[in-house]
């Protein structure tokens, strides 16, 4: 039934199997009729659908069936994967330091983008008064080289802190099966992997959650020590020279604290609506 093959399902339900299930599927069997024109008139459709990436769509035929076909097979299957892949309304906010924040729930906001460049010569000169070197990097890149206090004095500047490990997985987890943000594969459209340049943020694919750059470009402190009694801290998300399984969600490194890797970036989470003026 779940491929479309009605006429092998009718032949085995007239099948008598000698183990006593002959009513129960000759009951199931005079739903067939209407499973029938379910699957030709909305399942399939919705298939064609969610191979196409139209994920919105093929749940909004899903939701017109009607309640004698919930026990469809596969159809709690088709929801549970295709939902996730529907982009959620997104509550965004540009905060002062010049980048968007995106809402989670229990209220908190976590930066759209990694911390640009340009957004921390901004914060840190005109907060702390310090002009901080960048080198050759564009003011639109994800900023590098920065020890773990760095990134903390900066998230303390605007308002906020970096984000612990849960909170930022549960940015990136949009499934419980899923590897990645969009799925179990990762192509280099999704996000900048595999390589050995830096990219601007935002190049990559939107998350169904919202956001940008959130496995890919550059790993992303953390808040957590890595180990009980350890002073390293943890890592996530990968970076533009990481091979595609360390932009696994659930994959993590460890750095020093006082390291100035050029894979390592961060993002700023706020416990209130961002402000554009400070």
């Known amino acids: 039934v779940r491929d479309g093959r009605f006429e092998d399902a009718e032949r085995l339900v007239g099948q008598d199997d000698g183990l006593g299930r002959n009513e129960d599927w000759r009951q199931r069997g005079a739903l067939l009729g209407v499973w029938r024109d379910a699957w030709r008139e909305v399942i399939q459709p919705a298939r064609e659908l969610a191979l196409a990436q ?9 939701d017109s069936l009607p309640k004698n076909c919930e026990d469809f097979p596969g159809l709690a299957q088709y929801r549970r994967d295709w939902k996730p892949r529907v982009p959620v309304a997104i509550t965004r906010r540009l905060h002062w330091d010049g980048l968007y924040y995106v809402q989670l729930e229990g209220g ?6 990694p911390v640009t460049v340009l957004a921390f010569v901004k914060v840190m000169t005109n907060v702390r008064g310090i002009k901080p070197q960048t080198g050759q990097q564009g003011m639109l890149e994800p900023i590098i080289g920065r020890k773990f206090q760095d990134a903390e004095s900066y998230c303390s500047s605007v308002g906020g802190k970096l984000p612990s490990s849960d909170e930022w997985m549960s940015a990136a987890r949009t499934h ?14 999704d996000a ?9 943020v935002g190049q990559g694919r939107l998350t169904p959650t919202g956001f940008y750059d959130l496995v890919g470009n ?19 998300g990968g970076s ?5 399984k360390d932009l696994r969600i659930n994959v993590f490194q460890e750095r020093d604290p006082d390291s100035k890797d050029e894979d390592v970036g961060f993002r700023c989470m706020l416990d209130k609506k961002p402000q554009k003026i400070r």
């Open 218 to 236: 550059v790993w992303e402190w953390c808040s957590d020590p890595a180990r009980p009694g350890t002073k390293r801290r943890v890592v996530r």
């Open 108 to 113: 908190i906001w976590l930066s759209q983008t």
């Open 176 to 189: 419980p099966d899923w590897d990645y943000p969009w799925g179990t594969d990762l192509t280099p459209a």
């Open 54 to 62: 139209r994920y919105a769509e093929a749940i909004q035929l899903l």
């Open 192 to 200: 900048n992997y595999g390589g050995s340049d830096l990219r601007p």
């Open 240 to 244: 533009f020279r990481s091979p595609a």
